[in-house]
């Protein structure tokens, strides 16, 4: 079946540093991937959705400048933290939409927790 | 705009009894539902989805859930819980027409199984 990998799977970095997260689709092409967080028992809260070879679109009150994502090919979606602050701290997960005979489905990776010291 | 609630933060079952996670929505015109488990320490993985056709929809690990229009409801149920099943139970919905493929998720519902 359709995989998505995510990596770092555990990223620890200090205060001010910048860290990017590594999303891709194994075995499908996903011109479509959604960047997620999520807080301790709360829902997935939806930061972005990012398109292959376009920019990104950012919802409301998420700091595009502050999560930059790169969806340089068809396999890959990268979402870079900058200057990380320890609220940054948070489970990030993305997904990928498979686009198929028999419709759309969406795929998510394994999830990267980010601490922030 | 589209919603999904999941009126339960936590369902415990006991081992070999029918678990329920219910799940209600709201949205404009005919509905594509699914289901998401989350282990801990881990990502999202894909239990079931309704799109059309059959009201009740058979998915992974046994899992299945049944779409009800005039409820608005799509409830996950298992006939015989196992431990095994404890995770996060996560439902969403999307509108099947658009250019937009991003689906509502629910705030998630423990569910808790004892042996």
């Not at chain 2, 005919?30 to 990502?43: A, D, I, K």
């Not at chain 2, 009740?56 to 899992?63: A, D, E, P, W």
């Not at chain 2, 819980?81 to 705030?107: K, Q």
Request: a neutral charge; proline letters at 5%.
């Amino acid at each position: 079946g359709a995989v998505v990998s995510q990596h770092p799977s555990r990223v620890i970095c200090k205060s001010g540093t910048s860290v990017k997260i590594e999303c891709r689709s194994l075995d499908f092409q996903a011109t479509t991937m959604f960047w997620y967080r999520q807080f301790p028992k709360q829902s997935l809260m939806l930061m972005a959705t990012s398109n292959e070879g376009s920019k990104a679109t950012y919802e409301q009150g998420v700091e595009k400048d502050k999560f930059l994502i790169n969806h340089a090919s068809l396999t890959l979606s990268t979402l870079t933290v900058t200057s990380a602050h320890p609220e940054d701290s948070s489970f990030y997960i993305c997904s990928a939409r498979a686009d198929t005979s028999s419709g759309n489905t969406i795929y998510f990776g394994e999830g990267s927790w980010l601490t922030v010291v | 705009a589209q919603s999904v609630a999941q009126p339960e933060d936590q369902v415990n079952v006991a081992e070999g009894n029918p678990l329920t996670v219910k799940c209600t929505y709201s949205v404009s015109g005919n509905p594509y539902l699914f289901w998401y488990v989350q282990y801990p320490n881990r990502g999202l993985q894909f239990l079931l989805k309704y799109i059309t056709g059959d009201n009740l929809v058979k998915g992974s690990y046994g899992f299945e859930a049944e779409f009800n229009k005039s409820q608005t409801s799509f409830h996950l149920k298992k006939p015989s819980a196992l431990v095994s099943d404890s995770a996060l139970y996560f439902c969403a919905v999307r509108e099947p027409s658009g250019g937009s493929y991003i689906p509502t998720f629910g705030r998630g519902t423990s569910l808790i199984v004892h042996p």
